[in-house]
């Protein structure tokens, strides 16, 4: 049997899953940070800092009391790792073991790393990190390959740090101003850590549920989304847990198609629970509710695109524009640079969608947000520079 749901109820799904707007916790404030990382499985790390980073950004949205501080200590307490998600993220200690899948391939030669395999001076940085500890890469003596124009510059010790680091044999102990310190996974691990291979049935049991707790609903190709050789297994999965009834299929009316989609039976509860519709949250380009642009459009009527990587002159909102949830749906945009020396954020363009009823409650719920926004910023005021 397939369940259906309107287009309004699966977006409400969403953002429930997605604890967007937040609900307030109970506890310290690190605790707080701590069941983000858990509930939503992954937080992306980005370096791009005309704002707060992406990583802390998207913490803050769930934890207004988030300090980036949070990060080092949950490192340092050994509750919360750095690996690869889709992209570099943070994640919880408590999934190491569905790490080892990539890790375990790449080591084993079944799939390939973007670095040459290096394997004498590999075996040289193992040596060293095992006698002198944690060790960043300018510890490392090496010039910089040369690289073609867009390619990311890294000496060959660098190269082989990731390597080493990517195929499961260093972890980041740390890092300091934002560098990666390295150290044997053995040091960082947490004294009884599972280590044992999932099978690829577990992985995607793994996969599947993860995905569909933080995200309310989904699809193969989304859950397995960047996931290389993952999407044959999820989907064969899928059809397994519907079967059993561990997940039920969804319908959902998009525009004039209809689209089918998986949740967990239990998650459904939350279309009872009231949306916040009046509060606002200024998101991060690399939120997680955000970073399948596909699945964005699909279900939320947005075409987003982060401009950072296209032509000034061809920018339509500007370098890094910030999606705007209110009344749940994103109903907006917002390019801005926070201006430390003068604790002033510059919004240099603001531009609203189409779909906005009521500019004015949208314009007070803005300015009642900006208040937080600005105080995780460091500014003390805000400038508009332009409105489209």
């Not at 209809?258 to 606002?280: G, H, Q």
């Amino acid at each position: 049997m397939t369940d259906s749901l309107s287009i309004q109820q699966a977006r409400k799904l969403v953002l429930h899953s997605q604890k967007l707007p937040l609900v307030k916790k109970s506890g310290t404030a690190i605790e707080a940070t701590h069941a983000a990382i858990e509930h939503l499985g992954y937080i992306q790390i980005d370096t791009i800092s005309v704002i707060q980073r992406a990583h802390h950004h998207t913490l803050w949205n769930r934890n207004p009391r988030y300090k980036p501080k949070h990060l080092d200590k949950l490192i340092a307490d050994k509750r919360v790792f750095e690996y690869w998600s889709h992209a570099a993220a943070y994640l919880p200690m408590r999934d190491y073991r569905f790490s080892l899948p990539r890790k375990l391939a790449l080591a084993r030669g079944e799939q390939s790393h973007w670095y040459k395999r290096d394997e004498k001076l590999m075996q040289s940085v193992m040596k060293r990190i095992e006698a002198e500890g944690p060790l960043m890469a300018r510890d490392f003596e090496g010039k910089v390959d040369k690289a073609k124009p867009g390619d990311w510059k890294s000496t060959p010790a660098k190269q082989a740090l990731d390597t080493l680091f990517i195929q499961g044999d260093l972890m980041i102990s740390s890092r300091m101003k934002f560098h990666k310190v390295y150290d044997l996974t053995e040091r960082v691990l947490p004294e009884g850590t599972n280590t044992t291979e999932p099978t690829p049935e577990e992985n995607s049991r793994f996969l599947i549920t993860q995905y569909l707790t933080a995200n309310g609903i989904g699809q193969a190709a989304e859950i397995a989304y960047l996931l290389k050789n993952t999407k044959p297994m999820v989907t064969a999965t899928l059809n397994e847990m519907e079967a059993s009834g561990e997940l039920l299929k969804i319908s959902i009316g998009i525009k004039r198609s209809v689209e089918t989609y998986y949740a967990l039976p239990k998650s459904l509860a939350l279309l009872n629970k009231p949306l916040a519709r009046s509060k606002l949250k200024i998101l991060s380009p690399f939120d997680n509710l955000l970073i399948q642009r596909k699945r964005m459009k699909a279900l939320f009527d947005f075409d987003y695109l982060i401009e950072c990587y296209v032509p000034a002159a061809k920018r339509k909102y500007g370098y890094f524009s910030l999606p705007i949830l209110w009344d749940g749906k994103l109903v907006a945009r917002m390019d801005c640079k926070a201006d430390k020396a003068k604790s002033k954020l510059d919004i240099h363009h603001l531009a609203l969608e189409r779909n906005i009823r009521n500019e004015e409650a949208f314009y007070e719920a803005l300015d009642k947000e900006l208040d937080g926004f600005l105080d995780f910023h460091g500014c003390i005021e805000f400038q508009i520079h332009r409105t489209s």
